[in-house]
């Protein structure tokens, strides 16, 4: 694993603002649709290849971006032991297409950084510190892996903020925790990073071969 510091992940790429789209919202909890009026989007496809329970986590919904994008969350949760897993997955900006995929994948993950560092303006988190940052090769593809803390209402937090992309879909996966060292120390957030990108790019592979497949016109 290649480690970098902060201050490096964080001015690596400097990505228009389109870069973050949605990132606001991902920074924030998981709330309700608000907008009643527009009918339902129906559920993700990836979200019938996902099992129920991943590690110590069960699967509890998703929810659709309200930007139009098509991006969508999916959360698993271990409500007994406090903890959040959340999985989102959304195009990247047409106006940054043209990079590359290690420029996409630093310049969303400060595009995250910077979303959660806002809501801690707005009083929404307080001193957010990151603790560790590093970016490690699976495959073909890079990984960004961020640990933080911050308080909320008074209690200690530990996040990890996983991100990748594929084929022009970043996938970004955030884990939220009470910070201690038994949560700290645990291998368990890698492998089911590990786990959730691998089904989720794999969702992607088939999705596309399907389209691919139903874009052939019979002569």
Not at 5 to 34: F, H, M, P, R, Y
Not at 57 to 76: C, M, N, T
Not at 116 to 127: D, M, P, V
Not at 153 to 170: D, F, I, K, P
Request: charged content about 20%.
């Amino acid at each position: 694993m290649r480690l970098i510091s902060a201050i490096a992940l964080l001015g690596t790429v400097l990505l228009t603002s389109a870069c973050a789209t949605t990132q606001s919202t991902q920074a924030t909890d998981l709330n309700t649709n608000t907008a009643a009026e527009a009918p339902p989007l129906p559920e993700p496809a990836l979200l019938k290849a996902l099992p129920e329970t991943v590690e110590s986590f069960e699967l509890e919904g998703f929810k659709h971006f309200e930007d139009g994008s098509g991006g969508y969350s999916i959360r698993y949760a271990n409500d007994r032991k406090r903890r959040i897993a959340d999985l989102y997955v959304y195009p990247v900006a047409e106006e940054n297409t043209n990079l590359a995929h290690n420029q996409l994948v630093l310049g969303s993950t400060r595009a995250t950084l910077m979303a959660i560092g806002e809501a801690t303006r707005q009083g929404h988190y307080s001193n957010f510190n990151v603790i560790n940052a590093a970016t490690r090769a699976q495959g073909v593809r890079t990984i960004a892996r961020v640990q933080a803390t911050y308080l909320r209402q008074n209690l200690a937090s530990y996040t990890l903020v996983y991100q990748t992309e594929h084929e022009g879909t970043l996938l970004k996966i955030r884990l939220t925790m009470p910070d201690n060292e038994s949560n700290r120390s645990s291998k368990e957030w890698d492998t089911f990073a590990d786990s959730m990108f691998e089904k989720a790019v794999s969702n992607l592979k088939k999705t596309k071969q399907t389209d691919e497949i139903e874009d052939v016109q019979p002569i």
